[in-house]
């Protein structure tokens, strides 16, 4: 069974770390790179396991792509224009200043499933 499935729009509660006893081993970054996708986007933010920095780069959507990851929890850069998929990441490879050892980057439209433990499984791969 993947840990990162495609996802059907939901509304959900900010995230809440399925089980706090279970934390990633090592220190991760989770980037989302978003071009309107209100839609999904909130699960998204939501599947990444509480304690764990998320960071939203939203690629100038006109929709409320932006606001949805705020309220989930994600810290979002909003970006002016479209920079493209792979500027757009690499920007939000930085936010964190280079503090996290992993960063892992997750499509807008996939949510992890299984929280900390499927992260951990991940990251230990």
């Not at 993947?2 to 980037?31: C, F, N, W, Y």
């Not at 209100?38 to 792509?65: C, H, K, M, Q, W």
């Not at 998929?85 to 939000?92: D, K, L, M, Q, T």
Request: charged share 20%; proline share 8%; glycine share 8%.
């Amino acid at each position: 069974m993947s840990a990162i499935s495609p996802k059907q729009p939901a509304s959900a509660p900010k995230r809440s770390g399925e089980d706090p006893s279970v934390t990633p081993a090592v220190d991760v970054l989770v980037v989302i790179v978003a071009w309107n996708s209100a839609s999904y986007l909130g699960e998204a933010v939501r599947s990444i396991p509480a304690g764990t920095p998320v960071v939203v780069v939203d690629n100038a959507s006109t929709d409320r792509s932006a606001e949805i990851a705020e309220a989930a929890g994600a810290r979002v850069v909003r970006l002016p224009s479209n920079i493209g998929f792979g500027p757009a990441c690499n920007r939000g490879a930085r936010e964190q200043g280079g503090t996290s050892r992993t960063i892992f980057f997750l499509n807008p439209d996939a949510a992890l499933r299984g929280g900390a433990a499927a992260l951990h499984r991940l990251l230990s791969a």
